[in-house]
């Protein structure tokens, strides 16, 4: 399973880059945006994570991050998570880019993480764009109401909206200086998170992918390990720390 070139390669990594998407948290059962189990009362994520969707019909939309949120809050991170945040220790240049809005990466206390799609934990204010976290804010309707009386949206990214110019820029900053990337879950159709293995690859970094099935990534990886990231990554950690102790 662990082909040499993987290995070797990690081994002289300078700069670690790692992106994940929903397919990581899968194994701590909360459902990918395209897998059928995925679907929410047969909406498609497209349906539902639109500004217009939010603007048309908002308590529909609450309703989906609740059902989520309901789901997200009895589950715990997994051996993927938990894997990435021991890269973390093993890499002097590492940051995590994650698509997922679960807040599980940060509950294995990483600190090196951008969530460049938000955190449905977080609420804003879709008048003045305050944020605050959702268990600071008063339920008293669906969706919850500021204190200057606008509706409170999740704190995410949407289809259409721009991704925080913070994040975007610290994102491509580490694009252009990591010499490795893992990516991780994702089926790699969003943007602008889709371009990232390609343009790694174009500045002569080195692409594994993780994924229990191909994607259009696979075409630009140098290695596709094919399996549950909770098995895989462990066993790259695994791997790691014994040739960093063999020197
Ligand atoms: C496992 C596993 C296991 C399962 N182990 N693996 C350029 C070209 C074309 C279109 C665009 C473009 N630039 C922008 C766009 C438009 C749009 C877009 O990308 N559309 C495409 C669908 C075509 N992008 C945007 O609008 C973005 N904004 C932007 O670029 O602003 C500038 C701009 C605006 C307008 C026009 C042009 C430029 C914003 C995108 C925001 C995405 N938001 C969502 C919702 C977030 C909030 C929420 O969660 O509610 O983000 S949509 C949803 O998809 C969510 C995810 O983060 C994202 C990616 O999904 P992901 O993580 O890949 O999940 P899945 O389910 O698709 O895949 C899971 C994978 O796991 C699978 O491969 C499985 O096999 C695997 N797996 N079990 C390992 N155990």
Known sequence: MMNNQVTDR???????????????SAES???TFRGNEGLWKNYRAEDLATPHAFARDPETVWEWYDWRRGI??????NAGHLAIKELEELFD?????????????????????????????????????????LMDVPLKSVPPKCECGAVLRPDVVWFGESIPSLALEKA???????????????????????????????NGGFVIEVNVEP?????????SLYGNSGDILPMLVKWLRRKRQEG
């Open 10 to 24: 990690l081994a002289s990594t300078k700069f670690l880059l790692v992106i994940t998407g929903a397919g990581i």
């Open 29 to 31: 059962g909360i459902p």
């Open 72 to 77: 997200i809050g009895r589950a715990e991170p």
């Open 93 to 133: 240049n590492f940051l995590l880019i994650t698509q997922n809005v679960d807040g599980l990466h940060g509950r294995t206390g990483i600190r090196n993480m951008v969530e460049i799609h938000g955190n449905l934990w977080r609420v804003r204010c879709t008048r003045e764009g305050k944020t605050s976290m």
């Open 172 to 202: 491509f900053r580490v694009i252009e200086q990591c010499d490795t990337l893992i990516v991780v879950g994702t089926s790699g159709v969003v943007y602008p998170v889709a371009s990232f293995p390609e343009t790694v690859k174009n």
């Open 215 to 223: 994607t259009p990534i696979s075409a630009v990886a140098d290695a």
